[in-house]
């Protein structure tokens, strides 16, 4: 078992429209968590962080729930410029900076 | 603005050649961390460093070397590539207590 996993997508939805990915994890010991955003052929780039409160940044919500092991990302009123692969990303106890990546979910925002 | 530079964004190599990718990040950080990344496979670490000279193994090492001789340098070698090192390689850094991975560019090597 992937030790994150998320849905691959593509996720198509129209200029406008709310979209939410979810992640699990499987690690329990895991300690914090992030979005990153890759463009196409880029490299990827930090989105936000992930609090167990709950977090917003803008048109970007992020919640965490630690019970069930998930991490969610909703965007409202999709741009065109959201288009882009998302990824979902967890640090564990005890490895200082070092990052597991989830390989990803594709979201293309149409007009 | 941090950046994290890669010394080529595309490579051909034959099965066989001893390979070099280099990456330079210029904000002093501690760590650095090179990954490979693959269609359906994600991003996957194959060794980091967390002070000159020093390096770990990541989940995927075998086939792969690495050095860090200055803080700021630090260098993926593969001994003799083979094809299915044709990939994404991307370096990254961090500071020591940070959690944000800054991204170089990438290298797409091609081992033909």
């Known amino acids: 078992r992937k030790e994150v996993e998320q849905d691959p997508g593509p996720f198509n939805v129209p200029e406008g429209a709310t979209v939410a990915f979810n992640c699990t994890y499987s690690n329990s010991a895991s300690q914090s968590f992030f979005w990153y955003r890759q463009d196409c052929r880029k490299e990827p780039k930090l989105l936000m962080s992930v609090y167990s409160s709950g977090n917003e940044d803008g048109r970007f919500t992020a919640q965490l729930n630690r019970a069930s092991q998930y991490i969610s990302l909703l965007i409202r009123d999709s741009k065109l410029s959201d288009s882009a692969t998302y990824l979902c990303?967890?640090?564990?106890?005890?490895?200082?900076?070092?990052?597991?990546f989830g390989t990803g979910t594709r979201l293309q925002v149409t007009l | 603005d941090v950046k994290v530079t890669q010394s080529s964004r595309y490579l051909v190599k034959r099965t066989g050649e001893k390979v070099f990718l280099e990456c330079v990040q210029d904000m002093d950080h501690e760590n650095m961390f090179w990954y490979r990344q693959d269609p359906g496979l994600g991003l996957r670490l194959i060794y980091f460093?967390?002070?000159?000279?020093?390096?770990e193994k990541g989940d995927i090492p075998e086939g792969y070397s690495v050095s860090r001789e200055k803080k700021e340098r630090f260098s993926l070698i593969l001994e003799s590539a083979s094809t299915n090192q044709t990939s994404m390689y991307l370096c990254?850094?961090?500071?020591?207590?940070?959690?944000?991975?800054?991204f170089g560019p990438g290298t797409r090597l091609t081992v033909t």
């Open positions: 460093s967390y002070d000159v000279k020093m390096k």
């Open positions: 990254a850094s961090t500071s020591g207590g940070g959690y944000e991975q800054y």
């Open positions: 990303v967890v640090r564990n106890t005890g490895t200082a900076s070092k990052l597991t």
